[in-house]
């Protein structure tokens, strides 16, 4: 630990800057890299605090990680709604990681649209991409 704020710690030599780039810069970088923005965890990163969705939007968000083993079956309903409401592409994912999240099962995503939306949704999506 001394050698951290020896050298470390704010105004000592190896001290380095954090910079943590706006939302919207990193949107536009991911744009600016053929990539798709997706708001992965809403329920977990909004926090409770919806209204801030329609602001995340305006900046260019494109997806929303609408079934996630985090949302509840209500979560994820709402989520899929908004996704259709602000036209953004939504996504499914358990965020299984193995041995180090033991409790979350690989696909246990909860998804509840049917095969043909999510194929329509695909096509879209790549449309989208290209």
Same mark, same amino acid.
């Given at each position: $630990?001394?050698?951290?704020?020896?050298?470390?710690?704010?105004?000592?030599? *190896?001290? +380095?800057?954090?910079?943590? !780039? /706006? $939302?919207?810069?990193?949107?536009?970088?991911?744009?600016?890299?053929?990539?798709?923005? +997706?708001?992965?965890? !809403?329920?977990?990163?909004?926090? @409770?605090?919806?209204?801030?969705?329609? @602001?995340? +939007?305006?900046?260019? $968000?494109?997806?929303?990680?609408?079934?996630?083993?985090?949302? /509840? !079956?209500?979560?994820? /309903?709402?989520?899929?709604?908004?996704?259709?409401?602000?036209?953004?592409?939504?996504?499914?994912?358990?965020?299984?990681?193995?041995?180090?999240? !033991?409790?979350?099962?690989?696909? @246990?995503?909860?998804?509840?649209?049917?095969?043909?939306? $999510?194929?329509?949704?695909? +096509?879209?999506?790549?449309?989208?991409? *290209?």
């Amino acid at each position: $630990m001394n050698f951290y704020w020896d050298f470390y710690a704010q105004g000592k030599p *190896c001290h +380095v800057e954090i910079e943590i !780039p /706006t $939302m919207k810069d990193i949107i536009q970088m991911i744009h600016q890299n053929h990539g798709l923005a +997706v708001l992965a965890h !809403p329920c977990i990163n909004l926090n @409770g605090k919806e209204e801030l969705l329609c @602001g995340i +939007v305006s900046l260019g $968000m494109d997806g929303i990680e609408a079934f996630s083993s985090y949302h /509840t !079956p209500q979560q994820a /309903t709402n989520r899929l709604e908004q996704a259709r409401k602000y036209h953004l592409f939504y996504t499914c994912g358990s965020d299984f990681h193995g041995k180090t999240k !033991p409790s979350i099962a690989l696909g @246990g995503h909860g998804c509840i649209a049917s095969k043909e939306e $999510m194929e329509r949704e695909l +096509v879209k999506l790549i449309e989208k991409a *290209c």
